[in-house]
């Protein structure tokens, strides 16, 4: 079939799953005209996997992540908009203070937080992540953006020797038992590593709750992404060695963030 005739082909499959749709004209925009017989081949086997219900991000193998190309596997959590905000946030901060923090980025999964970050301020960023396949997508995503990022393989603060200005984290956070209840798309292609919050989805939370000021500078700050109905317990595990505890809601008002500064 002619490209041409292929993309209309393509765009006018009568498929009734309107994400689907949007997702296919995704991939097949920016194709050029003379498409070589590899990359038909590659866009059957794309098309195949996004029938089968893979998320976009995985099949083109990167997405978008503030002014980020970020690449992604099936090892690592596709990026989210809340997330996104998440960074927006801490970098409004850094913008408006006169101070340079020391920045680690925990649970870094793709490196997107710490990415971020740096690109937009150049600021010392380092990474931590227990997943060595998840390491090598933040290194390549070091490289693709041109960042200077120190990456630790560690479980959580064990090899971490420095101390920060600021922690920001998105760790996993889903109750074990609730994992098998979220959509398709996410339990049966995302890597249950980056979701499991042990049994009551807080097991994270109380390793940052009680470890994270040996690794804060005087005053430093964290900067979490939390589960919609965790806030409350996480400020109650948070009051011990945190002050300023500040909980801020997403782009559909739940609870998501929580910002507090070390006791
Ligand atoms: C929810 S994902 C977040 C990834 C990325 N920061 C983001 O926001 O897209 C959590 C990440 O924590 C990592 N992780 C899980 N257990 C860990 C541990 N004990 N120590 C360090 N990282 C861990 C997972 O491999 C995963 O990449």
Redesign the pocket.
């Known amino acids: 079939m002619e490209y041409k005739n292929l993309k209309n082909y393509f765009k006018n499959l009568s498929i009734d799953n309107k994400n689907l749709k949007r997702d296919i004209t995704f991939l097949i925009k920016d194709l050029p005209e003379d498409i070589s017989s590899y990359q038909k081949t590659k866009l059957k086997k794309q098309l195949k996997e996004l029938i089968q219900g893979t998320p976009l991000a995985y099949v083109m193998g990167y997405t978008e992540f503030l002014n980020c190309k970020i690449f992604v596997s099936s090892k690592?959590?596709?990026?989210?908009p809340e997330?996104e905000l998440l960074c927006d946030m801490v970098l409004n901060n850094i913008k408006t203070s006169q101070e340079r923090p020391k920045i680690l980025?925990?649970?870094?999964?793709?490196?997107?937080?710490g990415v971020a970050i740096q690109k937009a301020t150049n600021l010392s960023v380092d990474a931590?992540?227990?997943?060595d396949d998840?390491i090598k997508i933040i290194k390549k995503n070091i490289k693709q953006n041109g960042v200077k990022i120190k990456v630790i393989k560690?479980?959580?603060f064990e090899k971490v020797a420095k101390k920060y200005d600021l922690i920001i984290?998105?760790?996993?956070?889903i109750k074990k038992a609730d994992i098998k209840t979220l959509d398709n798309s996410v339990k049966d292609f995302e890597?249950h590593?980056?979701?499991d919050g042990g049994d009551d989805g807080l097991k994270?939370y109380r390793i940052i709750a009680n470890e994270a000021t040996n690794h804060l500078t005087k005053n430093g700050k964290i900067a979490l992404?939390i589960g919609y109905n965790q806030a409350k317990q996480i400020k109650k595990l948070l009051e011990k060695n945190f002050k300023d505890i500040k909980i801020v809601k997403d782009y559909f008002k739940l609870d998501r963030f929580i910002f507090a500064t070390r006791r």
Do not use: H
């Open positions: 690592t959590l596709i990026p989210r997330t980025d925990l649970c870094s999964g793709s490196g997107c937080v931590v992540e227990i997943s998840a560690s479980d959580m984290s998105n760790p996993p956070y890597p590593l980056a979701l994270f992404e």
